[in-house]
């Protein structure tokens, strides 16, 4: 089946913990995305990739990293500056008609 | 700043019956609208677009109206059933953007038996 992969579905992270968010595509999809959900406010990008070997940050990047050292795969590093990261994660590709297709979420909880 | 303002923040409708949901943008060279669906604990799925050189695009059940002068679109869910019941969310974006899009608040839609 072709889509997105997200995981875990579930993480927990310790203050001052960095963890990492897994996100696989088998769409051939040259963009993806990294989004923020939050209760009522929608989805806010955090970072996102045009191509392998390039990333630009969104509109929240702060206290997130990224890398794109393969096309198939998009990881996001929840970093311990990020003061407020709980939140449900959502990895994006884009094909060429414009469609953004989205995995199935990660969220992300504090201990 | 938001970009895409949608409204109701939530929605209940009786089945049969019609829900609507409204955007409003401020970008001019936005030149794709897409409604997406999502259910609890899962990711947006798309459910219809539109560009504006068409005021009205149906697929199905759903509608979205285009009024390119008012910068605003919604959508319309006709004959609502209780498997619509879910958020939905506008979004707007350029086509030279590489797929950047805003995201509306979302609204959550009940529909009752």
């Known amino acids: 089946d072709g889509g997105i992969t997200q995981s875990p579905k579930y993480l927990f992270r310790k203050e001052g913990q960095n963890v990492t968010l897994s996100c696989e595509q088998n769409l051939n999809h040259d963009a993806m995305y990294w989004y923020r959900q939050d209760p009522g406010q929608g989805l806010r990008l955090i970072y996102y990739s045009q191509i392998v070997n390039d990333f630009q940050k969104g509109d929240i990047a702060e206290g997130y990293s990224v890398s794109r050292e393969k096309k198939e795969s998009f990881p996001l590093t929840v970093t311990s500056a990020q003061k407020n990261p709980t939140a449900f994660y959502l990895c994006?590709?884009?094909?060429?008609?414009?469609?953004?297709?989205f995995g199935a979420g990660t969220r992300l909880s504090v201990l | 700043q938001q970009q895409v303002k949608q409204s109701p923040q939530s929605l209940i409708v009786q089945k049969g019956g019609i829900s609507i949901i409204n955007c409003a943008y401020e970008n001019t060279a936005f030149d794709y609208f897409p409604w997406y669906q999502q259910f609890p604990g899962k990711g947006p799925a798309l459910l219809i677009a539109i560009r504006p050189d068409v005021s009205e695009k149906k697929e199905g059940r759903f509608t979205i109206s285009f009024n390119k002068s008012a910068k605003q679109f919604s959508l319309h869910i006709m004959d609502s059933q209780p498997g619509d019941s879910a958020t939905y969310f506008c979004?707007?974006?350029?086509?030279?953007?590489?797929?950047?899009?805003?995201f509306g608040a979302g609204t959550q839609v009940v529909v009752t038996p």
């Open positions: 994006a590709s884009k094909d060429r008609e414009n469609i953004q297709y």
């Open positions: 979004a707007a974006s350029r086509t030279d953007s590489w797929g950047k899009f805003q």
